[in-house]
């Protein structure tokens, strides 16, 4: 028999709560907007939660060169990203102030490692959005250092 005393349902209550706030139940569905840079317009999915940022990119199993995942960040920092559970290869674009500031290409899966295992890439500065594209876009869309990006909000 298993007794329940106040301070075992706090200890419940508050993982569920933080169960809640990190994995996203009841949360709402990713936003959409359009990332412009140069001539080029990317249709994305906004992470702007811990939850979907946590998620990132590998809730997909492919990505078209005209889509991404744009990440938003309340203050700017050297925010890390990994590949846990990706699928495909990546472009990963950093951006503050919507100016580039740091591009990393071709960022591959790392399948069958641990968590512990796996490479985690940083921006050579602080940025508040990471914009995260197939790889090979950047190349192939001459993407440079200083471009600026414009984000649309879809209606």
Do not use: C, H
Not at 19 to 37: A, D, H, L, N, T
Not at 107 to 136: I, M, Q, R
């Amino acid at each position: 028999m298993i007794k329940f005393s106040y301070l075992n349902i706090l200890i419940v209550l508050i993982l569920f709560v933080l169960g809640w706030y990190f994995f996203g139940f009841g949360k709402s569905e990713y936003k959409k907007v359009i990332v412009q840079i140069n001539e080029n317009k990317f249709n994305v999915l906004v992470a702007d939660d811990v939850a979907k940022r946590s998620k990132g990119l590998a809730v997909l199993d492919s990505l078209k060169e005209n889509e991404g995942m744009l990440f938003v960040f309340d203050y700017a920092d050297k925010y890390g990203f990994w590949m846990k559970d990706m699928k495909f290869a990546i472009d990963i674009i950093w951006i503050k102030d919507n100016k580039i500031v740091d591009i990393t290409s071709n960022v591959e899966p790392e399948p069958n490692k641990s968590v512990f295992g796996l490479k985690t890439y940083y921006p050579k500065e602080a940025v508040d959005k990471v914009l995260e594209v197939a790889a090979g876009v950047v190349e192939k869309y001459n993407i440079k250092i200083n471009d600026e990006i414009i984000i649309e909000e879809l209606k």
